[in-house]
């Protein structure tokens, strides 16, 4: 079952129902084992918190809020990272391909960091 959004693309549609569209749109575009990763993050992180609520009334203050909550559960830096990834994802589309007015995602901090794991390598004296 495929949704489609109106001819209007006002975006006042839930979010849980744009992640659909948002996956229909990228089906050709990212490799299977991608889509499968992004679901569940999205599916786990973001549709619990925001699922029911429509696209254009999430606000900034409500993302904060919930990255607060996802900093609680002890997550690494890395993977709050890529969870906040994935709703900036979801805000960036709206906003390019269906003319999402605004995107909140770019008004707030972003939560985590890179993975700050490195490698030492070994001079030939060590």
């Known amino acids: ?23 229909d749109d990228k089906q050709n575009e990212l490799k299977q084992r991608t889509i499968k990763n992004k679901r569940y993050m999205m599916e786990q992180h973001i549709i619990p918190y925001f699922g029911n609520q429509k696209i254009n ?10 990255q607060n ?20 994802c979801l805000f ?14 770019k008004k707030v901090k972003r939560m985590g960091s890179f993975d700050v794991r490195s490698l030492n390598f070994w001079t030939v004296e060590e």
């Open 1 to 23: 079952m495929s949704k489609k959004l109106n001819n209007n693309r006002n975006m006042n549609i839930k979010l849980s129902d744009f992640v659909d569209i948002y996956f």
């Open 57 to 66: 009334e999430i606000t900034a203050s409500q993302i904060i809020q919930w």
């Open 69 to 88: 909550e996802m900093q609680k559960k002890g997550f690494s830096e890395a993977y709050l990272r890529m969870i906040q990834n994935q709703l900036t």
């Open 92 to 105: 960036s589309h709206a906003s390019r391909i269906y003319d999402l007015t605004t995107n909140p995602c």
